[in-house]
């Protein structure tokens, strides 16, 4: 089955850094990935869609300067949370599509503390 | 956001009971709906789906419901299992402003009491 990774699983960083969050497809290449955000006790909100090539699109709300999204190649999507505070502190969960594919792959998620 | 439920519903069940999980939504131009189960500190898993133009689904051990007119979907779990025990978030997915997305609900916490 299709496989999606996250690095780190979880990361602490302090008050002012940025970190960068890498998702995965390890066995397909994925055409479109999101990146989903979930706060303890609450569902998964969508962040933004990435397309390989091209600009993220962020939904409505979701600060694109705070959280940059690369999509380099049909296997890696990047999340950079720059100057990160308290706040953004979350459990940040990629998904990776296959154009054809009904499914969503979900990768496992990254745990983010900021100090 | 869309769908950010506050605190998550609960729903209790004895062992070997069924459990039927509900849940409302609002895009009526869904394509697909579908049910994810969410153990603590770990993604989403994919359990069953269903396409609009459908209003029963079966799975191993699960069923999904869909009532279009009410817009209502449902997950029943047959015989639940101590290993049932999760989160559950129904989504749905077609095309958004901004394209084809999967939106999220709210969710529901399912304890299994041995």
């Known amino acids: 089955g299709a496989v999606v990774s996250q690095h780190p699983s979880w990361v602490i960083c302090k008050s002012g850094t940025s970190v960068k969050i890498e998702c995965r497809s390890l066995d397909f290449q994925a055409t479109t990935m999101f990146w989903y955000r979930q706060f303890p006790k609450q569902s998964l909100m969508l962040m933004a869609t990435s397309n390989e090539g091209s600009k993220a699109t962020y939904e409505q709300g979701v600060e694109k300067d705070k959280f940059l999204i690369n999509h380099a190649s049909l296997t890696l999507s990047t999340l950079t949370v720059t100057s990160a505070h308290p706040e953004d502190s979350s459990f940040y969960i990629c998904?990776?599509?296959?154009?054809?594919?009904?499914?969503?792959?979900f990768g496992p998620g990254t745990r983010l503390t900021v100090t | 956001g869309e769908n950010v439920g506050l605190h998550l519903p609960t729903l209790s069940v004895q062992e070997g009971d069924n459990s039927i999980i509900n849940c409302a939504y609002s895009n009526s131009a869904s394509d697909y709906f579908i049910w994810y189960k969410q153990e603590s500190g770990k993604g989403p898993q994919f359990i069953i789906d269903?396409?609009?133009?459908?209003d029963k689904r079966q799975g191993q051990r699960v069923t999904v419901l869909l009532n279009k007119t009410v817009k209502h979907l449902s997950l029943q779990i047959a015989a639940t299992q101590p290993g049932d025990s999760a989160v559950y978030f129904c989504a749905e997915k077609g095309a958004r402003a901004g394209g084809f997305k999967t939106i999220f609900g709210a969710g529901t916490r399912l304890f299994v009491k041995a």
């Open positions: 269903i396409r609009s133009n459908m």
């Open positions: 998904s990776a599509y296959l154009a054809g594919d009904s499914e969503q792959y």
